[in-house]
């Protein structure tokens, strides 16, 4: 009897099965390293704005206002053209697709971020 050249039945399954084990462990890495990605992406822009902000609000040289905020990463970011030396708040970044994880940035001490998950 001759055996024709090919992959058993068997050898196949396996195959099948090492596949299915590597990507049941490879998707939740993957997805927190999304999440970690998203929120260091909205960390960036907000720090950035609220920088900016911090500058045109305490400068003494310089009269210029804040302008909006350009959104990329984030979903939402607080809009501080209105504000002045009198009335600061805290700048807030909501992170795209996340939208339980804010940034917070607190004007008042120095442009200070922290993440509130």
Do not use: H, W
Request: aromatic residues 8%; hydrophobic residues 40%.
């Amino acid at each position: 009897m001759d055996r024709e050249g090919g992959f058993s039945l068997i050898e196949m399954m396996v195959v099948v099965a090492i596949i299915g084990i590597l990507t049941s462990i490879m998707i939740p890495a993957y997805s927190s390293y999304q999440k970690k990605t998203s929120i260091k992406a909205c960390l960036f822009e907000v720090k950035r704005y609220s920088n900016l902000v911090y500058v045109d609000l305490f400068d003494q040289n310089d009269s210029t206002t804040p302008f909006p905020p350009t959104i990329n990463a984030c979903e939402s970011i607080t809009d501080a053209s209105t504000m002045d030396e009198n009335n600061i708040q805290k700048i807030v970044g909501v992170v795209k697709r996340y939208s339980d994880v804010k940034i917070e940035c607190d004007l008042q001490k120095g442009s200070k971020c922290i993440i509130v998950e």
